[in-house]
């Protein structure tokens, strides 16, 4: 079946709310967790969809942990698996009431599920719920009110339309379709950690019919270029465009330079393994133990794998050595600034990054520079100045942007003049402009970060220098 880019979502969420899970799974351990709460969770994982789960045993406290009140209200979905036992946890009743006030206040999405109980149950507080309900009531003669939301929420919950049964049969089958309902309730993550976009979705269009062109075995693609022009960025949107279709998928960043350190490439292996697989970091020692382990554990799985700057012949030996290494339908993307090293090691579909046209570099450039698709008023001319002398590539469009950003006219005039004086601009040369035109302390800063920071999230970066007193929120 050949590959499609997600297509947009018919549902429409507020921009103001920051999500940080898809799903939140509400559901009474002691009656789920093993049998059906974790292995939702896990083939949600495999879907790609980011789910919490509260994976501590409840404590003897009543009141509901603020991380999870927090967990709740960050989520686009909850699902609710009701069980026999569910309303003995006032843990759950609560964590239930706080999703009901989530759908009425954030218009949260819902998707109650009756594991082996009866809907009407839960609606009307009957059986095992009444059992439990009368038993709240008599603890909690002074607070009737709270058992009264508890009762609201039950009943609200039971009452959508949305409710999936399930008494027996195939708990795999039954799963499989609340994934497949969830994903299709999300807005799409075609485009995922990956910045500001500009003209990628037509290349990524292409490089997916590239991929369909590919008969039903293993193919292997290459994506060329020189450094600086969106190979990766392209890499990171087209993969997660793509891997919910694959049974795993691994995306190995900066492969030439983890290559370079210490056991770099047994680290690679022990990564891709781990991710695809969906298993604590494997331990081997050798590149050769790990090249047969990954050929042994993958032969038989359809995969997704991104080498990301990918240099020497050697690591894509170790990394992806053949076609047989891997299931039938496995994609294997290669990003590379050395098309001989495609050619040699005959990947025949090879796709060429080109820089961007004048258009999509002066989109790019004033949204670093403005934060506009469009130049500032009395700027026009000088945006077109320099986008032509940056030459469509995306990383230095972005860098000299930000550089300019807040400055005055002469002062953009003065980094004009810098760029005339340089022939031929590469890539290098360009980029070196805009760390020269910065002060005596933000270089120092640059230069920690790219020596020791490789990798590294802001929050921790920022933390380190502000301890240091070296203002890295002032640079």
């Known amino acids: 079946m050949a590959i499609?880019?997600?297509?947009?979502?018919?549902?429409?969420?507020?921009?103001?709310?920051?999500?940080r899970y898809d799903v939140f799974l509400s559901f009474r351990g002691e009656d789920t967790r093993h049998a059906f709460t974790v292995p939702l969770y896990n083939s949600l994982r495999r879907k790609g969809i980011n789910a919490f789960i509260d994976d501590k045993k409840l404590g003897k406290g009543e009141r509901i942990a603020p991380a999870l009140i927090k967990a709740i209200e960050r989520s686009r979905i909850s699902i609710i698996v009701f069980s026999t036992n569910y309303a003995?946890?006032?843990?759950?009743l609560e964590e239930l009431a706080h999703i009901i006030w989530c759908k009425k206040q954030k218009n949260q999405?819902?998707?109650?599920?009756?594991?082996?109980?009866?809907?009407?149950?839960?609606?009307y507080q009957r059986n095992s719920?009444?059992?439990?309900?009368?038993?709240?009531e008599d603890r909690y003669r002074d607070d009737l009110e709270k058992v009264c939301e508890w009762r609201s929420a039950l009943f609200e919950a039971a009452s959508l339309s949305s409710a999936w049964l399930f008494k027996d049969g195939c708990e795999y089958g039954f799963i499989e379709r609340i994934v497949e309902h969830a994903y299709s309730m999300l807005p799409p993550k075609r485009f995922h950690n990956?910045?500001?976009?500009?003209?990628?979705?037509p290349r990524i269009e292409e490089v997916i019919s590239l991929i369909n062109k590919s008969d039903k075995g293993v193919c292997m693609l290459g994506i060329h270029g020189t450094g600086g022009i969106g190979k990766a960025t392209l890499a990171k949107a087209l993969y997660y465009s793509i891997f919910y279709h694959f049974e795993g998928a691994c995306f190995l960043f900066d492969v030439r330079e983890v290559s370079k350190k210490y056991q770099g490439v047994v680290r690679l292996q022990q990564t891709l393994l781990s991710e695809i697989l969906e298993e604590k970091k494997m331990k081997f020692c050798s590149v050769d133990e790990g090249k047969s382990i990954i050929k042994h554990r993958l032969s038989n799985k359809k995969v997704l794998l991104v080498l990301d700057d990918v240099d020497e012949f050697e690591q894509l030996e170790r990394l992806a050595g053949g076609c047989e290494w891997f299931g039938c339908g496995s994609k294997i993307i290669i990003t590379t600034r050395n098309k001989q090293l495609l050619i040699a090691r005959n990947v025949e579909k090879a796709y060429e990054m080109k820089e961007l046209n004048h258009l999509y570099s002066l989109?790019?450039?004033c949204w670093h520079a403005f934060r506009m698709i469009q130049p500032a008023s009395d700027y026009t001319h000088m945006c077109n100045h320099v986008v032509r002398y940056v030459h469509g590539l995306p990383l230095a469009l972005k860098l000299v942007g930000s550089n300019l950003a807040h400055k005055t006219l002469e002062e953009w005039r003065s980094m004009l003049e810098k760029y005339k004086r340089i022939p031929e601009r590469t890539i290098h040369e360009v980029l070196k402009i805009s760390y020269d035109c910065l002060q005596d302390g933000a270089k120092r800063v640059f230069l920690d970060i790219a020596c020791f920071f490789k990798r590294k999230t802001l929050e921790s970066i920022e933390d380190?220098?502000?301890a240091c007193d070296d203002g890295a929120r002032d640079c």
Do not use: N
Not at 4 to 19: E, G, N
């Open 363 to 365: 989109e790019l450039f």
């Open 129 to 136: 719920f009444e059992e439990a309900m009368a038993a709240l």
């Open 194 to 201: 990956v910045d500001y976009i500009v003209g990628l979705e």
């Open 464 to 466: 380190v220098l502000e």
């Open 4 to 19: 499609q880019v997600a297509s947009p979502s018919s549902l429409s969420f507020t921009s103001k709310t920051k999500y």
């Open 109 to 123: 999405l819902l998707m109650p599920i009756f594991y082996k109980v009866d809907l009407l149950d839960v609606q």
């Open 88 to 92: 003995t946890s006032t843990w759950c």
